[in-house]
C-alpha cells in the first residue's frame, strides 16, 4: 500500500474544466491519493489556471508553463457544455458553439498533450453516453460526443509507440448544474414539467439515481492506474442504456 501511495505522489495530472462539477471532482479525487494536479479553465481564477481552449498557442503556453517544472503523467479532458433543441430548429451558430466547446477543444488538448505525456502516461477523455446513440433534442450534442470516442481511439493508436494509454470514460445523467439546466430546457421544449422529465430519467436508470461527479472522478483514476486499458470507454450510466 505505501509502495503504491508512493507512486500516486509522483504523478502530476492536468484536468481542463476545472472549474466544472465533474473536474472538480476529478481534482479532489486525485488530490485525495496524493497526486499534484493542475486544472485550467477558462474561467480560471488562482489555483486554476486561466486558459482559452480554443487557444491553440494559449493552450500551448499553459502546458509549455505547467511541463517546465513537471513531468506530466496524466491528462484528464473534462471541459465542455451541452445543447439542447430538435436539428431542425437548431441554428448553425450552435452548432458551431457546440462542436467547438466539445470537439475542438478536445482535438486540440490531445493534439497539444500527446507530446507533453511522459512515456506511460494515460489521456482521457470525457465523453458521454450521448456519444453512444442519438437522442430527440441532443442531437447537436451527440454529434460532438460520438466524434470525442473516434478522436480517443485514435490517439491510442498513435501514442502506443509511448505506452500512453487513451480512454474515454461516457457518463449517463450526473447530479449538478448542467442536467438541471437541461431539463429546464427540455421542460420548455416539451411541454413537460420539470418533475415529469426528471422522473422519467429516473425510471430508465437501474440505479434509480443520478451519477455523482465522484463517480466519473473513480473511473478516470481507474483509467489512469490501468496499464493494460487502452483505446476504449467505460459507460457510468447505473444501467439506463442496459
Request: with cysteine.
Amino acid at each position: 500500500m505505501k509502495n503504491k501511495k508512493k507512486l500516486i505522489e509522483k504523478r502530476v495530472v492536468v484536468v481542463t474544466g476545472g472549474n466544472g462539477t465533474i473536474g472538480k471532482a476529478i481534482i479532489n479525487k486525485f488530490k485525495s491519493e496524493g497526486a499534484k494536479c493542475f486544472a485550467i479553465d477558462i474561467k480560471g481564477s488562482y489555483p486554476v489556471l486561466k486558459c482559452d481552449l480554443l487557444n491553440e498557442k494559449e493552450l500551448k503556453k499553459t502546458f509549455n508553463k505547467i511541463s517546465s517544472k513537471n513531468k506530466i503523467t496524466d491528462v484528464i479532458h473534462a471541459a465542455g457544455t451541452v445543447v439542447i433543441g430538435e436539428i431542425k430548429n437548431s441554428t448553425t451558430e450552435e452548432f458551431d458553439e457546440n462542436i467547438n466547446n466539445n470537439l475542438k477543444t478536445a482535438f486540440l488538448v490531445g493534439k497539444t498533450c500527446s507530446s507533453k505525456i511522459k512515456r506511460g502516461g494515460s489521456l482521457t477523455f470525457i465523453s458521454s453516453q450521448a456519444g453512444l446513440k442519438g437522442a430527440k433534442y441532443w442531437g447537436i450534442y451527440c454529434l460532438s460526443k460520438a466524434a470525442i470516442l473516434r478522436l480517443s481511439e485514435t490517439l491510442a493508436n498513435e501514442l502506443a509507440h509511448k505506452k500512453i494509454r487513451v480512454n474515454a470514460v461516457c457518463p449517463g445523467d450526473v447530479e449538478g448544474p448542467m442536467m438541471k439546466n437541461a431539463i429546464k430546457k427540455l421542460s420548455r421544449l416539451s411541454n413537460k414539467t420539470e418533475k415529469s422529465i426528471y422522473n422519467n430519467y429516473l425510471n430508465n436508470i437501474l440505479m434509480k439515481r443520478f451519477a455523482k461527479p465522484s463517480e466519473i472522478a473513480d473511473t478516470c483514476f481507474y483509467f489512469s492506474n490501468s496499464k493494460f486499458v487502452t483505446g476504449t470507454i467505460a459507460l457510468v450510466d447505473g444501467g439506463e442504456n442496459a
